[in-house]
């Protein structure tokens, strides 16, 4: 049985909240059709200006780190093996390296980047990493080559899951999925220009001033980075709340738009809500088991170059072949962005992405024990692609889904991300063994076993979302109880009660 004191908080809280749910439809009721008009005119400007900082700068930000992250297998036909001696695994582990880095600092720095100005962090560390790529360049031994791969990973960190984090923080469901794909078509179409730098270097400046074109190629790349950071410290956009030049009614539509879908705008910190909702259910680990599926689906496309290099083609071919594969990947990756805001719930768009892919992976096991005909090689390795376009999709619908506190939506993004990677890039050490091409029968019979699991994995996670089972909870709703039973207490205290 509930005390009136109870009684009195429970009805109070959930007044608040309902007053809250209703108070976007209540506001439009007593807006004039010249105040809407005013609203969708200030909305249109508020979207075109984030489209030409945050956007335009995240992609190309996303395209240099796309470059000096997936540079490796350019850099193994242009030269690095000989002069490096890189034998049996010493090439996987230099690839898969990386990945220490990337997650050791990850989880940490999206921790910060609530506490902190995205505007400086973002761009300082790409100018960090862009400075690594180019030291590269200066290494003796596979040794030093593991120590700044390791620097590499160290450096970009914060990068991807700050990106995302950050467009979360300012776009609508109707406007996240497209973006965040736009953003990370931009890595996608950096493996295109990768292909024709290297293709351009290893006929132009391969033995220039007695330097190898892997080293050229480092360097040209570590430059890009450093040139594109310079840009993000005077365009990229803080928080809704602090942004220097969002201010007056762009800076109140942009925080009202995200509240009208319940998306917290104030940090609340680290408490034990952060916690529940990242572990007291096992939605976080479904989507780091997604992810990483989706990054071992990658593997055809990664290694498209060494296997065209194994199977005889010229170093200068098997660069420029990428480039017409990751152009059509981008324009793929942008397309499943924009029908997954407009049409139905994220899980079909990737559910439909990796059906697709499954198909096609099948056929390159089936087929004369992985070891394709050129022109079936080239048809199954660009319809592949849609698998790349399931990891905007998911992460936006990770967004979405930890909406209601801005602490647990970072975590979760930088877990997602940096875990999500960990466990694959070990894998391939095995999986994509270098000296396995061009079968690589081993990566595809995997890759084509976990596919069909993903699949699964998505729908049961749907189902219960849909169903409403453990559920993220806000951490604002529950201090807002607690403040109102504070203050009964203290009125009854004084007599008031």
């Avoid at 080293?215 to 594109?228: D, P, R, S, T």
């Avoid at 007056?248 to 529940?276: P, Q």
């Amino acid at each position: 049985m509930t005390t009136p004191l109870e009684n009195e908080k429970v009805l109070v809280s959930q007044a608040s909240v309902n007053s809250f749910a209703r108070q976007p439809e209540e506001h439009l009721e007593t807006m004039t059709k010249e105040d809407l008009e005013n609203e969708k005119a200030v909305e249109k400007k508020l979207v075109r200006i984030l489209d030409y900082r945050l956007l335009i700068w995240s992609f190309f930000g996303y395209f240099a780190n796309g470059l000096d992250r997936n540079n490796m297998p350019n850099a193994y036909t242009s030269g690095m093996p000989e002069e490096l001696n890189l034998q049996q695994y010493e090439y996987n582990w230099a690839v898969t390296l990386f990945f220490i880095g990337y997650v050791t600092l990850q989880i940490p720095c999206n921790a910060i980047i609530t506490r902190v100005r995205p505007s400086i962090m973002l761009p300082f560390i790409m100018f960090l990493w862009g400075a690594v790529v180019c030291f590269m360049a200066l290494v003796k031994d596979y040794r030093g080559l593991y120590g700044l791969r390791i620097c590499l990973g160290i450096s970009e960190a914060a990068f991807y899951p700050g990106i995302v984090y950050l467009l979360g923080s300012w776009y609508t469901k109707q406007e996240l999925g497209a973006r965040t794909a736009v953003f990370v078509a931009g890595s996608q179409i950096s493996g295109a220009f990768s292909g024709i730098i290297s293709g351009a270097i290893s006929t132009t400046l391969d033995g220039h001033n007695g330097m190898r074109g892997w080293k050229w190629l480092f360097i040209i790349e570590g430059l890009i980075a450093v040139f594109i950071s310079i840009f993000g410290f005077f365009v990229l956009p803080d928080m809704p709340n602090n942004t220097k030049f969002i201010t007056g009614e762009l800076r109140e539509l942009a925080l009202k738009r995200l509240r009208r879908e319940g998306k917290e705008t104030v940090v609340s910190g680290l408490n034990w809500v952060t916690f529940r909702n990242l572990f007291g259910s096992p939605y976080i680990l479904i989507y780091i088991m997604v992810f990483s599926i989706m990054q071992l689906g990658m593997g055809i496309l990664q290694q498209f170059p060494i296997i065209l290099k194994q199977m005889g083609y010229p170093t200068y071919f098997a660069n420029y072949m990428q480039a017409p594969l990751w152009i059509f990947a981008g324009i793929i990756i942008i397309t499943q962005g924009f029908l997954s805001d407009y049409k139905g719930a994220r899980v079909w768009h990737i559910v439909g992405g990796g059906l697709w892919t499954l198909f096609w992976y099948i056929i390159m096991v089936a087929v004369n024990g992985g070891n394709l005909p050129v022109p079936l090689l080239f048809v199954c390795t660009f319809m592949a692609v849609p698998v790349l376009g399931i990891s905007p999709i998911m992460m936006t619908w990770l967004n979405e889904f930890y909406s209601a506190d801005m602490e647990t939506r970072a975590l979760a993004i930088a877990m997602t991300n940096s875990i999500g990677n960990l466990a694959p890039n070990f894998a391939n050490v095995k999986l994509w063994y270098v000296e396995d091409a061009p079968a690589f029968r081993l990566g595809k019979i995997a890759t084509m076993s976990l596919l069909a699991a993903m699949i699964v994995l998505v729908t049961v996670m749907y189902a219960l979302q849909r169903a409403g089972w453990l559920l993220p909870k806000p951490a604002r709703k529950i201090e807002t109880e607690t403040i109102v039973s504070d203050k009964v207490s203290n009125e009854r205290d004084d007599g008031f009660a």
